[in-house]
């Protein structure tokens, strides 16, 4: 499948998000205690993968806002290797990832207190920032854009979250879902998946009731801005009761 660039910056978050990325992931170099700046983003996308999965990825990421918007039109935009697709590797890049902060944790926590506390904590966020950002570049120019995503440990926390939030219910109402009003009305002309960021295929997996279940997917309406066809929607689940008109929400 041929797989498009099209604009995907179309929030002010989205178009100047990878600023922070910078900033961070470079300036906290000089200035570590930019880092501590990530402890409440950590925080945020966590609470928000509980009750909307990866809506954090396509809407406020900074690192998702530098790969659409700045390394996109520099990089390739060829099909995600298999590897990337890989339920091992993907939980493989979590365990190393979270093994790796808690292990640089670890020494500033048992001596927490000496002097330049908070500057080597912040410093271990930077690191991890720093990381992220140009690993996630260069998987970016030379596979696509979002290669990195595909792999992202903080992808798979809200992933995680997400779970536990369906097991408990707490998501029923405010998850957000790509909807077909009309299956029969999709022409299967493959659109939606030449423009999606993650590359899934939302027109090859409908539920009986119109829905994509795709854990991969991060919400961004990127699909439903491009189908040709109006046929789908971003959906507020809650939104979505049997027999109404299902009201269209799109992100940002």
């Known amino acids: 499948m041929r797989f498009l660039k099209v604009d995907r910056t179309n929030t002010a978050i989205r178009k100047y998000g ?11 170099l000089w200035v570590p205690r930019l880092g501590l700046l990530l402890i409440p983003m950590m925080l945020a996308l966590g609470i928000m993968g509980f009750f909307r999965g ?34 091992l590797v993907i939980w493989g890049a979590f365990a190393v990832f979270m093994l790796g902060l808690a292990s640089r944790l ?22 991890n920032y720093l990381v992220v950002t140009v690993v996630g570049s260069i998987l970016g ?13 903080m992808g798979t926390f809200q992933t995680v979250a997400h779970g536990i939030g369906s097991r408990l219910g707490a998501n029923d109402g405010t998850d957000l879902k790509v909807y077909a009003s009309d299956t029969e009305a999709c022409r299967e002309c493959g659109k939606c998946a030449m423009v999606c ?22 919400k961004c309406g990127i699909c439903t801005e491009h189908c040709p066809f109006a046929v789908i929607e971003l959906v507020a689940a809650g939104d979505a009761d049997e027999g109404e008109e299902k009201p269209l929400e799109r992100a940002g």
């Open 18 to 28: 990878w600023i922070f990325a910078f900033v961070v992931a470079f300036g906290g």
């Open 54 to 87: 990866k809506y954090w990825c396509g809407n406020f990421c900074p690192h998702g806002s530098l790969f659409d918007g700045v390394i996109m039109p520099l990089g390739r935009n060829v099909p995600l290797p298999g590897v990337f697709k890989s339920r």
């Open 106 to 127: 670890a020494p500033v926590i048992s001596d927490w207190g000496a002097l330049g506390s908070w500057d080597r904590l912040g410093y271990v966020f930077v690191f």
């Open 141 to 153: 120019l030379t596979i696509n854009s979002r290669a990195w995503c595909a792999i992202c440990p």
């Open 197 to 218: 960021p993650m590359q899934l295929s939302p027109y090859e997996g409908w539920t009986e009731e119109g829905w994509f279940e795709g854990e991969r997917c991060i």
